[in-house]
Each structure stands twice: as structure tokens, then as C-alpha cells.
């Protein structure tokens, strides 16, 4: 089985995906990293040196990849993943795939993405916490309607990312 992790940047996806997939003893995947090292730049250069569509379109690529993944994965993808190029419907319909969707309020969003922001080229320039809760609001207005695709949803707001395992387990078996 391939557990994918989905939702908006900082929601936990990298980070609690790890954790999981140690707790459950399954293979972890990070897309992203995934990319970095295919293409041998960060996630940032790709984005300058090449562009979104280019970092769109081998996202896609890369997604259909990993997800042939025999082994017992938890794979955790971009907060844009599901929103391009049909991914939800892929992720949908792949045979062998739970896809859980990790639920963040705008307020969890717009404070933790202005302090870890450096990383993330979409949103990397808004440094007050006004613009990035106006930013975070809309693309998430945008996004959520794929997000909620998802087969399971888990809430994260206040809760530390060992909390948050223990309500995916529970939720997957
Ligand atoms: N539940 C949580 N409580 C506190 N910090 C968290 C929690 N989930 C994630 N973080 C921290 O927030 C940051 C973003 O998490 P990350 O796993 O990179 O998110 P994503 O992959 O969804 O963008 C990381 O520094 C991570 O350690
Ligand atoms: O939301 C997005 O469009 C993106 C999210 C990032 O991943 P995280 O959600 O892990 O930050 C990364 O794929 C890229 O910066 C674009
Ligand atoms: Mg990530």
C-alpha cells in the first residue's frame, strides 16, 4: 500500500510522513526531495533557473513514478501535487493508494508558512503576517477543492506531529 500525504505547504506532510512511515515500518517518499535529486537543484532553483511549468510538469512525471512503488510507501507530495496536471484523479484511481489529506486552519497556515517560508518559493517574498493570511486564504480557496478529494481527512491544528500519527493510524486501520 502507498499512503499519499497531501495538503498545503506546512501543513506537515514531509515531516510527519517521515514519522509515520518509521511508526508503521514503511519505505517514506517525499516528492519533492524526490525531484531535488533527479533534476539536481533544490526545489527553489528549479523554480528560478526554470520556471512553475517545468517544475509542474516534472512533478507529474515524477508523482506517476513514484506511485509504481511496490514496497509499503508513505509518500508525501507538494501542497500544489493534487491541483495539477489530473494528479488527483491519478492519485485516485492508482490501485493500492490511501490518500489522506492533513487539514490545517488559514491562522495555523498563514503563522507557520511566515516563519518557514525561506524554502518555498510561491510565498517566500510576503513577510507580514496580513499579506500572508491574505495570500494563504485565496490559493487555499483555490486548492481545498482538491484536497477534499482525498479519501481521509486529518485535522493538525494544535496538535504536536506525534498526535497527529497516533490520528492517522487510527483513521487508516
Ligand atoms: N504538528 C506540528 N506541530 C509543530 N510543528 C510542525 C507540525 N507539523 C509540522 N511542523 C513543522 O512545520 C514545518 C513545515 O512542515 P513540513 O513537514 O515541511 O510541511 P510540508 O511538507 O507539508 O510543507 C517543519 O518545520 C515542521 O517541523
Ligand atoms: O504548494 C506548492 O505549490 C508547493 C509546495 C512545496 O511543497 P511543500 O508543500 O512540502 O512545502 C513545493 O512542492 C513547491 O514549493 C510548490
Ligand atoms: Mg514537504
Not at 38 to 54: A, C, H, P, R
Not at 57 to 81: D, F, H, I, N, R
Not at 112 to 120: D, G, I, S, T, Y
Request: charged fraction near 30%; charge should be positive.
Amino acid at each position: 500500500m502507498i499512503i499519499v500525504l497531501m495538503g498545503y505547504m506546512a501543513s506537515g506532510k514531509t515531516s510527519i510522513g517521515k514519522k509515520l512511515a518509521k511508526k508503521l515500518n514503511y519505505n517514506f517518499l517525499d516528492l519533492d526531495d524526490y525531484i531535488e535529486e533527479k533534476e539536481n537543484l533544490s526545489v527553489s532553483d528549479v523554480f528560478k533557473e526554470k520556471g512553475e511549468i517545468y517544475f509542474r510538469k516534472q512533478e507529474a512525471y515524477y508523482l506517476g513514478c513514484l506511485l509504481k512503488s511496490e514496497k509499503k510507501t508513505v509518500l508525501s507530495v507538494g501542497g500544489g501535487t493534487p491541483c495539477y496536471s489530473g494528479n488527483m484523479n491519478i492519485i485516485l484511481k492508482a490501485e493500492n493508494v490511501k490518500s489522506l489529506y492533513l487539514k490545517a486552519s488559514l491562522q495555523t497556515l498563514a503563522n507557520k508558512l511566515l516563519r518557514k517560508r525561506a524554502k518555498r518559493p510561491l510565498i517566500a517574498h510576503i513577510d507580514t503576517i496580513e499579506r500572508m493570511t491574505e495570500f494563504v486564504g485565496k490559493h487555499l480557496f483555490e486548492r481545498v477543492q482538491f484536497y477534499n478529494q482525498a479519501e481521509i481527512k486529518v485535522s493538525i491544528d494544535d496538535k504536536a506531529k506525534d498526535d497527529v500519527v497516533e490520528d492517522i493510524i487510527l483513521e487508516l486501520f
